[in-house]
């Protein structure tokens, strides 16, 4: 996640991704019979669940933030679009929940072409078509958006709640289809799916900056090593 606000640090992503494999390891262990193994498992799911929720949540902007690494450091100022991850794992407690009325506030991810990966309103969000290729800054990412979507499902079939409603699901999840198009030279509009998005018109941007990157014209070897990258996230986002 190049160019995020919040940098690197200790996040809901990762701890949410261990919480859930802690989970997993725990049933297949249970599955054999293996009774010791997933009860040192199930622990560490708890501790993980416990730890993400009491050192990553900010009680004041009601959202899971990044805590750079280091004595005394304190949660980043800017709420992003993986802080919803937990809910993929169904990790968070019910009053944690609050959390989801940024996914339909302008002023928060809600874009017409693409959730973005930074709330809006941050002083350092950007759409920008300078500087590194793949910014996590503000445009809108597939694969993130995958994964709050299914967060978003989770919360919905398995919490109660009234912030959001399985309107607004639909709603996000319209829009997340419709934006995996492209228009080609010759006016034709074919299935497709990228790397960052402009979350305003729907352009494709490391695309649109490929067609300039080396000497005012097409790179075909950075257009090859955008390509895998691609690839490798097509499966997770649909």
């Known amino acids: 996640m190049e160019v995020s606000i919040g940098g690197s640090g200790y996040r809901a992503t990762i701890n949410a991704y261990m919480y859930g494999d802690a ?15 997933a009860a040192r498992f199930l622990a560490k799911a708890a501790e993980i669940r416990r ?3 009491e050192k990553l949540w900010d009680p004041a902007a ?15 100022d800017a709420r992003e679009l993986h802080g919803y991850t937990p809910w993929y794992f ?14 339909v506030d302008r002023r928060g991810f809600y874009a017409p072409f693409g959730l973005t990966t930074a ?4 002083p350092k969000f950007a759409i920008s078509y300078q500087g590194h290729e793949c910014q996590w800054n503000g445009p809108s990412w597939p694969f993130a958006t995958a994964i709050t979507l299914t967060a978003m499902a989770n919360l919905l079939n398995n919490y109660r709640q009234e912030v959001v ?19 080609r030279a010759d006016g034709r509009v074919t299935p497709w ?9 729907g352009d494709w941007i490391s695309r ?4 300039t990157w080396k000497n005012g014209d097409w790179d075909p070897g950075a257009a090859a090593k955008n390509a895998a990258r691609t690839i490798t996230i097509q499966p997770i986002a649909t």
């Open 62 to 76: 009601q959202f899971f933030k990044v805590l750079p690494r280091g004595e005394g450091s304190q949660l980043s």
């Open 193 to 201: 799916i990228d790397e960052n998005l402009n979350p305003t018109n």
């Open 208 to 211: 649109t900056r490929l067609k």
């Open 90 to 103: 169904n990790l968070p407690d019910r009053d944690k929940s609050i959390a989801w009325k940024q996914v």
């Open 165 to 183: 409603q399985g309107s607004d699901y639909f709603a996000l999840l319209k829009i997340y289809t419709k934006a995996q198009h492209l228009k």
């Open 119 to 122: 709330e809006q309103r941050h």
């Open 51 to 53: 730890l993400t929720q």
């Open 23 to 37: 989970l997993a390891i725990a049933r297949i262990a249970e599955h054999f019979g293996r009774k010791d193994v």
